[in-house]
């Protein structure tokens, strides 16, 4: 008898070859016979109204577009609506779009786009956290009778910097009339969210709108509700212009203008007994939200819920605010919310051990969170946590006490950090059942060829391949007869978006259901369908006023140790080896996991401390690849990643998530590496060698 | 305005363009090979790299004007050879492809590195391939898949 392989034995990606040999079409490679381009016409100012415009004379064949060209509402359709398509009298942050020059020739539309002349009103932008646009609040237990017996408090305040997804292709998308609609093809996270947002702007019927994945050279986040603005615009345009239009951003207007990962402050205060256990937490998260705030609500709650991270805190009072600023909006970014948060509350656990005389290592150990503790809001840690166990591993394999011991000699300038933390996989609280609805189908053709029907997109992490092996195993089938094309709204159903660390968990989870049907069903050379909805577990409970229950259905957990080594001369920081422990459940790919696992590593670290992005008076001080400086190939750490075992019954195959997981931990890792290096705590991130040095002249 | 003549995958091409324009836009837009990317306009991440008489340069930077008289490959070309056919099963074997927009550059960049140094240490490997940028990898399995093809693709270079 042949012994099936273990499904996370991996195999070859299906979509290496035409990437690696430059075929693969990217949407700016496409060309379209008559295609048109299109250039965005922003705002130089932070804030004020516009007085007058000024057109420069147009040659025949070029057009702007406006928001008087909107057919329905000047709103981007997203989780929060405020976002203008187009701005129409008042604009709010520098690099707002007020129109698109479109034309034939590329250097005229930009030239074209240079000569329209504003008028402005200016008035006073706001920078500082005074204008909160959305509040959010929890509490578990008393934890005000907390602070009352307490034996003492401690308090800190942390912070954060922008992060910027810096995917290497640029957001784009080419669109066409078609059918008396629109088609667009586009490098995007999310292909109903964009035709929903275009439906809703344009006010046409269902079907006028099609929305096509083309490969997506990087997201990260930054492809999620970004590429809504943008389609809308361009949808705009090809209702008025009705010619095929291509429109890509180049670098310098991508860094400038998108959406990135939000500046934050969050104030902890912690309450411990006599016997230094924390009995309390007050914390405070404050997002820097931009000009609008789109989705940025659901970020601070996804940053707010890791408050306690994988520890267990019985009395909380936790609060978070949205500031409005008149900046470039903030959104989406792998890690939502959570790297923000994972960053202050291991640096603060750290900072009380070491405030209160005990080894951070063994305090954090005694608070460790175990299977059937309450999570943060009130609902139930229910799966086996294997977290201890993990940490054990990862002591053994970066020799970390040793190491920790040898670098507490200040001379060194060494340091190893040690970062533990927990994942929600998926959305938070109801949203898979109230907002999302997922959808998949499985359609079986007379040639008993099996094609995958889903709105998740590929964009590097793996779904094309780990899709198609997951269906082919469940059916027992080579994978060659089971297809899973790029998604094209025309064909599939809306299966979510690509986020949340969804797509194995929830979307792959919803075909290994289908599979499993069509299997029981199968009917050799007939065409057959079959369908699948989401349902949430029973067990989940979720109030989201009150923000009690359970926030997520899994969580996935993790261990980062990061060493580093710190320049006595120019502090700067050396990141020498990184070591990480994953459970996510069951791996469908090993390999495309470790991939996961070593990419989000480099850029949870770089987050803590290579990665700087600020802005004067609203204008972004770095906007290229020159500028804003990414680990290259010689700045990544050599890393080791070990996948644990630990299945997850609701899984296909027992997955959870794992995208955003290996990015969360890096920072807290690599800045308590860097805090011991120093002999200084470290309470802001990147922690740069200017910071650096602040923080050892000033003690 | 004056024609550039130049050689570009082993055919002699001649384009009659402003001689500013870059060379990256006349090999995307003009000839239509679209195999080099543009990730930053500005010769930070390599996308872009193409050969010009056997030396990687960024295309994104190359004024038309320049490869006058030059022998250009980019990856339409290079990827006819048997040396990418040993780096292509080894990007894909070792998992060194996520997204792929660096990809095309990044095997540009393996393949001068191995030109000139068939069997390089894993610091030879990362110091070759730092002028392309990967967001996605960590580059970590880019060095297993430089690493695999040198010794796969034993006396090929």
Redesign the interface.
Known sequence: MKTKKDISE?I??V????????????T??I?IDGMLYAKTVRSPIARGTIKNIKLPKMPEGYHTVDASDIPKRNVVKMIYEDWPVFAEKDVNFIGEPIMLVVGPDKETVMNLADAVEIDFEEKDPVFDFKNSGVQLHFDKGDVDAAFERAAKTVEYEYETGYQE??????QGFVGYPEDGGYTLVGSIQCPYYVKNAVLDTMGEEEDKVRVIQA??????GGKEEFPSVTACQLAVALKKIQKPIKFIY??EEDMETTTKRHPSKTKMEAALDVDNNIIGIRSNLALDGGAYIGLSGVVLSRGMLAVTNAYTVDNLDVSGDVYITNTVPNGAFRGFGAPQMIFAIEMFIHHIAKDVGEDPFAFRKRHMVKQGDKTSTSGTFRDPIILSDMVDKAVEISDYHNKAKAYEDKDTFKGIGMSWFLHGCGFTGSGESDIIKAQVKLKKDDKDNVHILVAAVD????PKTTFRKLVADLLDVPIEQVTFNYPDTRYVPDSGPTVASRTMMVVGGLLARAAKSLKEEWIAGEEQTITKQYKQPEYIEWDQDTMRGDAYPAYSWGVNVVEVEVSKVTYEVTVKNAWNIYDLGKAIDE??V??QA??????GIAYGYLEVMNHEQGKLKQK???DYI?????D?PK?ENHIMDNPYPLGPYGAKGVGELTLVGGAPAVALAIEQAIGRKVKKIPATPESIMELIDNG | MAKVTFTLNGETVTVDEPLNMRFLDILRKELGLTGSKEGCGEGECGACSVFMDGWLVNSCLLPLASVEGRDIMTIEGYRETKRYKVLENAFVEEGAVQCGICTPGMVMAAENLLNRNPSPSEEEIRIALAGNLCRCTGYEMIFKAVKRASKEGEGLW
């Not at chain 1, 997804?165 to 640029?170: G, H, L, R």
């Not at chain 1, 070593?598 to 850029?603: E, T, Y």
């Open positions: 991996s070859r990606k979509d290496s070859e035409e990437k690696i040999s430059g075929r693969a079409p990217y700016s490679d060309s997804q810096a995917y290497i292709e640029p490969p997506v050279g990087g997201a990260f180049e670098r964009m590097g992490q793996g390999r495309i470790l991939g070593d990419g989000g590593q480099a850029q290229n690849m020159t990414i680990p290259t190939s010689v990544v890393m």
